[in-house]
RNA sequence: GCUGCUGUAGCUCAGUGGUAGAGCGCCUCCUUGGUAAGGAGGAGGUCGUGGGUUCAAUCCCCACCAGCAGCUCCA
């Protein structure tokens, strides 16, 4: 007897042995149609499965249940191969599984699916659908099963097969075994291809095996199922209106930035009115951390190749760093000398062998240093180092503290003077991989808000609560009021990490308290340190739900070392401090294209690029539109005038897509009292106002950042992705 | 970096083996209009770059560059 205890509390009784399905369909025939999968004490199973002696908690899953659903696209992915598979038979299936928002297939196959290609597959799969096979399962003992899958020369499956756990490997095959087209995988299923919901193919690109970048390319097509028709063309018209506030189709449209190629990939232009933002953005910013007691600093762009050897970030980055920019041939030299030298074992090529053979013509001191290798390694890089302290390489920063620690060491300190906080808005430049270079939020020039913070091991904890504190004065600032904090921690058994398992010890210990006291909601992560200390991210999620990592605080004992920073003790002995990076932003370029994508082009009042426009209604209120936008401006708001010979209709609807908060509308009505008639680009009539009633109006909601922008309402996909979520295939 | 797709006017996009079009924008003129597009005329393109095939290439082929999607990566 199995006794199953049904979500209300009630318990059935069945012979054991029952199937899921018939317990459902002594409760009601209609659930049992309905029901895609159910959940059997928590774990999610087909309706096919059936439940032995004891007592079981059982819950029916349909398919606009969450779990249901996920079920649905995990089969759906399925019906989808079986498509492809027909269509293309020497398609090799590799792995399949449901992901949020829907489903992929990864295939093997010499043929490349183009989009005209979806269609064919949609329609085969409809016929799939329609045939409503059943899904059935079937175990094999593991070596037969291996035996099975050697026989179909298909090496991914056997792959995925070792890759599986336990003594039996489970099949399913969509309408009768060996008969029907079926595929290695664990389930469960939906109990038949007819129920997998309304579908459709999106998009095919290109994978790893595995996402190993050394492993062969597979094709990998992306499709989605929804509960019915409607859900889907939901789903299709959301992914649309994501796509309308893309921050590269809305930073061309508004006029923020732009990319030339003659600048280069991944280099930010800021057209004025992207650029109004950001400088706003800093203002805003830097008043705050003029009152919080830092120091604003400015450094170059660039530094000696040396000093970024002493920060250990050349050569280690070097494949992110554009090339190093070198003064002259003998320079050049000097670099791979001293790189020959730090690399015990590596041999020059026969080319550079030459190169310094024709070079030491001219450099007979650099050929004896570095060939023959005649000296011992320590004596030939303390000589290159010697010439490279009066020739040398030049790189552009790809981080800001090696110069902000040469600030720091540019006098004696005091432990009276700690905390030393500099902070600067610096570009940096690192060069991202081509692939991963895009709009404004991944690029090879940026500018951080960045700041370093140099304090004794005792002030530690205090200065990282500021950090986090400052963090959430930022996000507040913005609006950005979603937002959670990830704990980057040391993972105890890896070696990349540095420093004294004591440090380590402190610096995490006030990271978490720093969290804990602050009451972020916060998760951690092992692993996930950066080599040389703990770090906090700041991950926030916009008002479509996407997350999107900002600022981070990070604790560096390494720095510190490697430069020998020191202060003087109230012992009058000499000290080490301890560094604090940190960014609130992260980086200006990426944090403006996710608030544009965050606002959707429709910036509050405070931040809006132009907050007014003045349109006059006719040639008779020019002039008087043209004192209004004098006044405006002489208030300091950011104004437009609109005295063109178009209609009023025309020069609203131009202010309107601009996304202009406030339009002011002038004729001779508002001339004859001096009115102004606002709009909003909502659309909203607000009416005549005193000009100076609306000034002092914009004040306010100004000086308090007040919310102009009221999110648009719903809930928006997560981030097109491939989060697995459920194994299968 | 990898796989696939794309590259035509400032923007969004049609189009053809015989050197090109629309809408918006821009300029000029007319219009002086009261809350999301008034009318007319005009300017503007080496069809991403470089090779190749061809009598002839924007179109077909190759390479490169750039963009897009995904994968991988991000001190």
Not at 693 to 698: G, I, P, S, T, V
Request: hydrophobic residues 35%.
């Amino acid at each position: 007897m199995v006794k199953v205890q049904l979500p209300d509390g009630t318990v059935v009784e069945h012979p054991d042995g029952v199937r899921v399905v018939d317990v459902l369909r002594a409760l009601s025939p209609r659930l049992a149609d309905q029901a895609v999968a159910a959940k059997v004490d928590g774990q999610v199973v087909e309706l096919s499965t059936r439940l032995t002696d004891g007592q079981v908690k059982l819950t029916a899953l349909k398919i606009d249940d969450p779990e249901g659903l996920h079920v649905a696209r995990h089969s759906a992915a399925h019906v989808m191969a079986e498509a492809i598979c027909q269509l293309w038979p020497n398609t090799k299936l590799v792995y399949g599984p449901p992901v949020d928002n829907g489903f992929y297939y990864d295939i093997d196959l010499d043929h490349s699916l183009t989009p005209e290609d979806f269609e064919r597959i949609e329609a085969r799969m409809a016929e799939i659908v329609k045939e409503n096979r059943p899904f059935v399962r079937y175990e094999m003992p593991r070596d037969e099963a291996m035996r099975k899958l050697e026989a179909e020369r298909n090496e991914y499956k056997i792959d995925n097969a070792l890759r599986a756990e336990g003594d039996t490997l489970s099949f399913y095959s969509t309408g009768e075994p060996g008969k029907s087209f079926e595929d290695l995988c664990r389930g469960p299923h939906v109990p038949s291809t007819g129920r997998i919901g309304a579908f459709k193919v999106r998009q095919v690109a290109g994978a790893y095996h595995h996402g190993d970048a050394t492993k062969q390319m597979l094709q990998r097509v992306y499709g989605t199922t929804w509960p019915n028709k409607k859900a889907l063309q939901e789903y299709l018209h959301m992914m649309e209106e994501a796509k309308k506030r893309d921050h590269r189709k809305l930073g061309q449209e508004l006029g923020l930035f732009t990319i030339s190629p003659l600048v280069g990939t991944g280099l930010i232009l800021w057209k004025p009115h992207g650029a109004t933002i950001r400088h706003v953005l800093e203002e805003e910013l830097r008043k705050e951390l003029i009152a919080r007691g830092y120091q604003l600093v400015y450094t170059p762009h660039i530094g000696r190749l040396d000093l970024y050897r002493t920060s250990g970030h050349f050569p280690y980055y070097r494949e992110s760093q554009y090339p190093p920019l070198f003064e002259s041939e003998r320079a050049r030299m000097l670099n791979r000398l001293w790189e020959l030298a730090g690399e015990a074992g590596e041999q020059a090529s026969p080319a550079e062998i030459e190169l310094f053979s024709d070079v030491a013509a001219e450099h007979e001191d650099l050929r004896q240093a570095g060939y023959p290798k005649s000296a011992p390694r320590e004596e030939r890089q303390r000589r290159i180092r010697a010439w490279l302290a009066v020739e040398d390489g030049y790189l552009l920063k790809p981080m800001n503290c090696p110069h902000h620690i040469q600030i720091y060491t540019s006098e004696a300190r005091s432990y009276r003077q700690l905390p030393v906080k500099l902070a600067e808005f610096g570009q940096v430049y690192r060069y991202e991989k081509s692939g991963e270079v895009n709009g404004m939020t991944r690029v090879r020039g940026f500018c951080q808000d960045d700041a370093h913070v140099f304090c004794t091991p005792q002030q530690l904890p205090d200065e990282i609560a500021e950090c986090v504190d400052l963090s959430q004065f930022v996000l507040k600032m913005i609006g950005l009021t979603d937002y959670r904090v990830r704990i980057g921690l040391r993972d105890p058994d890896s070696k990349k990490y540095i420093g004294s398992d004591e440090n380590w010890r402190m610096a995490q210990e006030a990271l978490r308290r720093s969290v804990a006291a602050a009451a972020l909601n916060s998760s951690e992560e092992v692993g996930e340190a950066a080599f040389y200390g703990p770090k906090i991210d700041f991950v926030v999620r916009d008002c479509i739900g996407r997350e999107w990592q900002l600022g981070t605080v990070q604790v560096d004992y390494n720095l510190p070392e490697r430069f020998g920073l020191t202060y003087i003790g109230e012992d009058n002995s000499e000290h080490r401090p301890v560094m604090v990076h940190r960014t609130l932003f992260g980086s200006m370029e990426r944090f403006v294209g996710i608030l544009i994508e965050h606002f959707a082009g429709k910036f509050p009042l405070w931040l809006a690029p132009v907050q007014v426009t003045v349109c006059s209604v006719s040639e008779k209120s020019a002039a008087y539109a043209a004192e209004v936008a004098a006044a405006c401006r002489t208030a300091g708001l950011r104004t437009e005038l609109d005295n063109s010979s178009e209609r009023i209709g025309a020069k609203i609807r131009s202010a309107t897509m601009m996304k202009v908060p406030y339009i002011l509308v002038v004729g001779e009505q508002e001339m004859r009292n001096g009115a102004v008639n606002v709009r909003t680009r909502e659309g909203q009539q607000y009416g005549s106002f005193r000009l100076s009633d609306f000034l002092a109006a914009c004040a306010t909601e100004i000086a308090t950042h007040g919310e102009k922008t009221p999110a648009p309402g719903g809930q928006a996909p997560a981030v097109e992705g491939a989060s697995v979520t459920h194994a299968g295939g």
